[in-house]
């Protein structure tokens, strides 16, 4: 069964930074494109960086230029480096495949609070 397990939110002033770390359990991690997608309060979950089983990235344009999804296919897992964070960039942040598969982890949560 596909399992994520995400980690490295927590509370951040703005114009500061978080590293994620999403480990990945029960598939071949190397050949699926992946995504990192958060869910604010009262939003519906949203896609924010994708990268391809080859590395090519995408963002969406509310972050680019301030997050950077990366991933290590030796270790199962994918990052997400968070620059420049802003009041809006707080939610639950999850990994999943770019198709994403049923199961979802817990989350980790990213608040950006003065």
């Known amino acids: 069964q596909v399992q994520f397990v995400e980690s490295g939110g927590g509370l951040v002033q703005p114009g500061g930074s978080l590293r994620l770390s999403c480990a990945a359990f029960g598939m071949i991690f190397s050949i699926y494109d992946m995504g990192w997608y958060r869910q604010a309060p009262g939003k519906q979950r949203e896609l924010v960086a994708g990268?391809?089983?080859?590395?090519?990235?995408t963002y969406a344009d509310s972050v680019k230029g301030r997050f950077t999804i990366s991933r290590d296919n030796a270790k199962n897992t994918v990052y997400l480096g968070m620059n420049s964070l802003k009041a809006e960039d707080t939610a639950v942040y999850y990994c999943?495949?770019?198709?994403?598969?049923?199961?979802w982890g817990q989350g980790t949560q990213v608040t950006v609070s003065s």
């Open positions: 990268i391809t089983r080859r590395g090519s990235t």
């Open positions: 999943n495949g770019k198709s994403p598969f049923s199961n």
